[in-house]
């Protein structure tokens, strides 16, 4: 079955930097890739996704990168906030329903 | 719109005892999934139902774990004979077209 990959467990920057976090996936037929956003004691919350079909999308400060080749996704957070501090998770699916998710970034973003 | 609305939000509960956990779909979603995260296993698919009909079950321990959605308006997943592994935050998800799905709160089982 599919394996997703979440390469940085953890990633501090200041605030107004980018932050990047890093996925990559084993399926060659997945073809939809979301982005969750996790806060503490919450459930997680849809911030992004790409589709195959695409390689880039953007939603105002956030964009996702998806090099099919590689195997490899991407979540670029531009002009980071504070309120940006969370838990990110990548995830991927197939052609079922069900995702397969990394195991989750905790992003700190400093003051 | 409430979002997707899990009840309890925190359950604990005895070795050997029984737990229902309750999931309301946002209202129009025709797919419900069932996954379960913990620190050492990370999120895990359980289940999906599409249409109140169960189509995926294949992360679903085979024993003392079932599901079932009887309306459209909510679903529960019951476990029984609870043994402390079980202990984990059981999330909800419901989706209108099986792409975005949109996350409950989680439900926190403790098993003593």
Known sequence: GEKVEQHESTLSVREGDSAVINCTYTDT?????????????KGLHFVIDIRSNVDRKQSQRLIVLLDKKAKRFSLHITATQPEDSAIYFCAARNMGYKLTFGTGTSLLVDP | NAGVIQTPRHKVTGKGQEATL????????????????????????????????????SGMPKERFSAQMPNQSHSTLKIQSTQPQDS?????????????????????????
Request: glycine share 8%; with cysteine; proline share 5%.
């Open chain 1, 29 to 41: 037929a997945s073809s939809y890739f979301p982005w969750y956003k996790q806060e503490a004691g």
């Open chain 2, 22 to 57: 309750w999931c309301e779909p946002i209202s129009g979603h025709s797919a419900v999934f069932w996954y379960r995260q913990t620190i050492v296993q990370g999120l895990e698919f359980l289940t999906y139902f599409r249409n109140q009909a169960p189509i995926d079950d």
């Open chain 2, 88 to 112: 984990a935050v059981y999330l909800c998800a419901s989706s209108l077209s099986g792409a975005e799905q949109y996350f409950g709160p989680g439900t926190r089982l403790t098993v003593l």
